[in-house]
């Protein structure tokens, strides 16, 4: 149970725009639902998120599309890589 009350997890990814001071909902979604996970941007382009309630161990590297991305033609890519499980499940600040 979350101690902040009910937490539904979700698979959908937003984005904050600094230059704006607006968020965004991607039209891509995560492999896993989650909520409370930890994320990290590892680049321009990549983000790992990792865990989440109830105490998820998988974590993936999400890619963030560019404006006019298309996916090919039949052959849409995945918007996240499922990489290692970590050993044992977590939550937010403690992946």
């Known amino acids: 149970d979350d101690v902040f009350g009910r937490a539904e997890t979700q698979p959908t990814v937003e984005l904050f725009d600094v230059c704006t001071g607006q968020w ?31 105490s998820l161990a998988s974590a ?15 052959n849409p890519a995945p918007p996240s890589q499922l990489i290692a499980d970590m050993p044992e499940g977590r939550m937010g600040c403690q992946a």
């Open 24 to 54: 965004s909902l991607l039209d891509s979604r995560l492999q896993y639902p989650r909520t409370t996970a930890a994320a990290i941007a590892l680049d321009d382009r990549r983000l790992l998120v990792m865990g989440g309630a109830p």
């Open 60 to 74: 993936e590297v999400f890619q963030v599309p560019r404006a006019g991305d298309e996916p090919a033609a039949g």
